[in-house]
């Protein structure tokens, strides 16, 4: 009986993402699973950390994060979107935007109630539910488009649902959803008194059209909490300074959950990030999403070329891609097959849906990797097979 582990737990895996991380190294497979850079973050970040920690920047910040990150943050979302945040009341700072999800959750989110999530989906969403004692609602969005249905969006609403999740640009699809997608989602958050939580880790790499900020759209502003991040703009994984954006009442709750779970973000390192958002001018960011572009397009036509069904993502550093028409194995003994065989090593697909026997073909693969990193992976990819 000592060693009874909570019923909660026991629908958990671990990570599939990570566990394809040592398949990698396993066989020595170049890992296109993870969503991590193998090129390096801007100098002027790693001086600025190297300088907080030299000038003793090394003990606890104020929980809710250090005043120079908070006031860039509030800098950002003005030029930006347009969107009055003040820093004092209305921004979180959290040990990555995983963290800052849980928060969210566990703050909002009562026991008995449900929480839409758009699926396919980022692993961690409906165990945060979870943990609530709520009920993750998934909505399969469909391939190869993945475009949100509003109808559909609209029958899985009921008097129990609180919130509604969404990821733009989207992690794993590549979406990044359109005006009318977005508005059908405020349009029933408005009607049913729903919060919106949206993750934006990925706003600044976007290739088609643009990012909405949810937010910003009329009578969102009181009921969108917004996740975002430093990790994926800067390139700095595992610095681990995630972001919230919600209204005074919502934030409230969020410090505190915060603050039990784990105190604060690395001090040096929110100060790096303050130093890179007050820095770093548009051209950067219109120049990673324009490096992002060039290697979308080395591994897309690579896939392709290799007998890969996948549309041309929109938006983050990921492609699903559909192996059905290349082998008769499931995504799991296919992404180690491809590991051990090929050399390159994917995200089986159904760790991306509710159940399983929905990506059940399909594979991710992340192009946030130097050209010459892809441009291995597709030389190996197109020998494998067969079109050299």
Not at 84 to 108: K, N, Q, R, W, Y
Not at 265 to 285: I, K, N, T, W
Not at 304 to 309: A, M, P
């Amino acid at each position: 009986m000592s060693q009874r582990t909570a019923t909660r737990t026991h629908t958990f895996t671990e990570s599939v993402i990570r566990d394809m991380t040592r398949v990698a190294r396993q066989y020595d497979a170049i890992n296109l699973a993870q969503g991590f850079p193998d090129f390096p973050a801007p100098q002027l970040l790693k001086d600025a950390a190297c300088r907080a920690i030299q000038e003793d920047v090394n003990q606890y910040a104020i929980t809710w994060g250090t005043p120079s990150l908070r006031s860039a943050l509030a800098r950002k979302y003005r030029e930006w979107y347009g969107l009055a945040v003040h820093p004092d009341s209305e921004i979180t700072v959290t040990c990555g935007a995983t963290e800052a999800m849980a928060v969210v959750m566990l703050a909002v989110v009562d026991p008995g109630e449900e929480v839409i999530v758009l699926e396919p989906f980022y692993e961690n969403y409906g165990p945060d539910a979870i943990l609530c004692d709520a009920s993750p609602i998934f909505l399969p969005l469909l391939p190869p488009d993945f475009r949100l249905d509003p109808a559909r969006l609209r029958s899985a609403v009921t008097p129990r649902t609180r919130a509604i999740v969404i990821n733009t640009p989207n992690n794993p699809t590549g979406r990044v959803f359109d005006p009318n997608e977005m508005a059908a989602v405020a349009e029933l958050c408005i009607e049913h008194d729903l919060l919106a939580i949206t993750d934006e880790i990925y706003e600044h790499i976007v290739f088609t059209g643009r990012h909405i900020p949810l937010a910003g759209m009329p009578g969102m502003r009181e009921r969108t909490i917004v996740i975002s991040g430093l990790s994926k703009t800067f390139s700095v994984t595992g610095w681990r300074v995630g972001t919230i954006v919600a209204p005074p009442v919502l934030t409230g709750a969020m410090r505190k959950v915060h603050d039990f779970l784990t105190v604060g973000a690395p001090a040096p390192l929110q100060e790096a990030c303050a130093a890179g958002l007050d820095s770093l001018g548009r051209d950067y960011y219109e120049g990673i999403a324009r490096d992002y572009r060039k290697r979308r397009d080395i591994l897309w036509r690579g896939l392709r070329d290799s007998g890969f069904g996948c549309t041309l993502p929109e938006g983050a550093y990921y492609i699903m891609a559909d192996f059905s028409a290349l082998s008769e194995l499931d995504d799991m003994a296919f992404s180690t097959y491809m590991a051990r065989e090929c050399g390159v090593a994917p995200v089986p697909g159904s760790s991306f849906y509710s159940r399983p026997e929905r990506g059940a073909k399909l594979v991710r693969f992340a192009f946030c990797k130097q050209a010459g990193t892809l441009e291995r992976a597709v030389e190996r990819l197109r020998s494998f097979f067969g079109n050299p």
